[in-house]
T-cell receptor, first 115, second 115 residues
C-alpha cells in the first residue's frame, strides 16, 4: 500500500528566505508524485508532478522538487518565499491501480511566511 | 483555463437528511473522483468513476454513499442519511486518463456541516 509522510505539520519562514517542505513516501510501484497547494477557502492546485522522467521537477510559482529514490523522498523547495506562498501544501503519491488512479495524500504542511 | 466546479460551496443539513453534492468536471475528462477532508485530517479517497460505473471505492464509501453522472456534465455524490461524522470538505476531481502519471484536477470543495 502507498503512504506519504510529511515530516512537518507547520513550517514558518521569513519572506525572501528559502522554503523546504519535506515529503517521504512508500510505494510498491514506480510512483508518480505530486505536490498540491491549498490556499484558504480555495481548491487544490497542482504545483508540480514527477512521472519518472527528470528527477528534478520544476513547477509553478518558482517551486521545484527533487525525486530521490534511494531516500524515498520528494521534498519541495523554493529559493525565496513570498507572502502569497502562505498556504497548505500536500504531497501526493499515485498508486496507479488497475481500476482507477487513487491519490494518497500526505497530512499536509502549513507554510507561514513572515514579513 | 478549464476548471472543475462544485456546488454548493457550503451545505448545512440535519442528521439523517439526504444531501447531494454536485460537481461539473472538466469537459473532455473521462475519470471522476470524490475525496473528503475532515477538519484537521488528511484528504481521503472516496470513490473513482468511469464509463458510468464505479471503478474503485474506499472502505469509507459505504452503502450510505452513491455517485451518479445524471447527464453529460454533472457528477454527483449523494449521502443518503447523513451522520455527524460526515461533516467534512468534499472535493471532486477529474482526469483525462487513469494512468498513474495523470494529473487530477480538483474543484474548490463543498463544506458539509451536519448538525
Amino acid at each position: 500500500a502507498q503512504s506519504v509522510t510529511q515530516l512537518d505539520s507547520h513550517v514558518s519562514v521569513s519572506e525572501g528566505t528559502p522554503v523546504l517542505l519535506r515529503c517521504n513516501y512508500s510505494s510498491s510501484y514506480s510512483p508518480s508524485l505530486f505536490w498540491y497547494v491549498q490556499h484558504p477557502n480555495k481548491g487544490l492546485q497542482l504545483l508540480l508532478k514527477y512521472t519518472s522522467a527528470a528527477t528534478l521537477v520544476k513547477g509553478i510559482n518558482g517551486f521545484e522538487a527533487e525525486f530521490k529514490k534511494s531516500e524515498t523522498s520528494f521534498h519541495l523547495t523554493k529559493p525565496s518565499a513570498h507572502m502569497s506562498d502562505a498556504a497548505e501544501y500536500f504531497c501526493v503519491v499515485s498508486d496507479g491501480g488497475l481500476h482507477g488512479q487513487n491519490f494518497v495524500f500526505g497530512p499536509g504542511t502549513r507554510l507561514s511566511v513572515l514579513p | 483555463e478549464p476548471e472543475v466546479t462544485q456546488t454548493p460551496s457550503h451545505q448545512v443539513t440535519q442528521m439523517g437528511q439526504e444531501v447531494i453534492l454536485r460537481c461539473v468536471p472538466i469537459s473532455n475528462h473521462l475519470y471522476f473522483y470524490w475525496y473528503r477532508q475532515i477538519l484537521g485530517q488528511k484528504v481521503e479517497f472516496l470513490v473513482s468513476f468511469y464509463n458510468n460505473e464505479i471503478s474503485e471505492k474506499s472502505e469509507i464509501f459505504d452503502d450510505q454513499f452513491s455517485v451518479e453522472r445524471p447527464d453529460g456534465s454533472n457528477f454527483t455524490l449523494k449521502i443518503r442519511s447523513t451522520k455527524l461524522e460526515d461533516s467534512a470538505m468534499y472535493f471532486c476531481a477529474s482526469s483525462e486518463d487513469t494512468a498513474s502519471t495523470d494529473t487530477q484536477y480538483f474543484g474548490p470543495g463543498t463544506r458539509l456541516t451536519v448538525l
